[in-house]
């Protein structure tokens, strides 16, 4: 049986659990030293994802890059600030040696049934993704997050609510310390449609049945990052979370199959 949940915006009204291709599985052993790239999102695709997680920077001329650090050093043969650098300056950057940095435009063109959980990685974003959004009438197809509340707030003004967003840190807080979810709700004026949270920072519990439930009794949905160990997968899912997000897309979907509860394409099984 799927998890039952909040009802919430158009792009989250597939069945839950929800798995999500964390920067397309950049663990999976097929694709490691891959992430964020074509090729990882292809391969989570083929897999059966149909929700895909990325981060998003824009380039000093304005182009929005599917990428997660705010440097090409960690992951390309370049090195410098994507902010500080044009798009044909990142053009020249591989990844793992071989594959160019993807823009948002290039995934949505080669994904387009697709939804995306895009995570805003710096203040030039806020205006470009918004903008992204709006030219593609993509409303349903996204979800934007971010761990900064300031650029959080920038993004839901600019996009005046149209775009499902997901808790900001404050926000997080308010479920977390809240004595119920109808107070929780109240305190963060209904914004978020989903906590998107570690299942613990250090020692301390995080994903709680406890803000599971708070969070269900006011219509958000609970997704966790970044999972990739089975044991811990079924113990959220037992707990109630509403999706997972995971650099080991193999695993998860193992996970689920077995639970009875994947809720990917299957199309790889014919």
């Keep these: 049986m799927n998890t ?16 999500f291709a964390h920067r397309g599985g950049a663990y999976h052993p097929e ?20 929700y895909l997680e ?14 997660h650090d705010t440097v090409l050093d960690r992951v390309t043969d370049r090195t410098g600030s994507i902010a500080d650098s044009t798009w044909e300056e990142v053009q020249q950057a591989l990844i793992g040696g071989a594959e160019r940095v993807p823009t948002l435009g290039a995934l949505f063109d080669a994904f387009p049934g697709a939804r995306f959980n ?22 349903d197809r996204v979800l ?11 993004f839901r003004r600019r996009t005046r609510g149209r775009v499902a ?5 404050l926000e997080v ?16 004026r209904g914004h978020p449609v989903a906590l998107q949270v570690p299942h613990r920072h250090g020692r301390l519990p995080v994903t709680t049945r406890g803000l599971v439930r708070r969070a269900h009794a006011a219509g958000v949905q609970v997704h966790v990052w970044t999972i990739d160990d089975p044991i811990e997968m079924n113990v959220l899912l037992d707990r109630g979370v509403d999706g ?11 996970v689920l199959r077995a639970r009875g509860q994947w809720n990917g394409h299957v199309e790889d099984e014919a």
């Design 118 to 139: 895009i995570d805003l990685k710096s203040d030039g974003a806020v205006e470009a993704l918004a903008d992204f959004i709006e030219e593609r009438g993509a409303w």
């Design 173 to 188: 807080a308010a479920f977390l310390l809240a004595p119920s979810g109808r107070l929780a709700r109240l305190l963060t």
């Design 244 to 254: 997972i997000m995971t650099d080991r897309t193999d695993i998860l979907r193992d």
């Design 31 to 50: 694709i490691e030293g891959l992430e964020n790239t074509l090729v990882a999102f292809a391969h989570a695709v083929d897999l059966g994802y149909t």
């Design 4 to 19: 039952p949940g909040p009802s919430t915006t158009g792009y989250l009204d597939a069945p839950r659990p929800l798995a």
């Design 144 to 154: 934007v997050g971010s761990f900064s509340g300031r650029r959080m707030r920038a």
């Design 54 to 67: 990325t981060d998003v920077h824009v380039t000093s001329d304005g182009v929005l890059l599917a990428f």
């Design 165 to 169: 967003t997901s808790a900001g840190p």
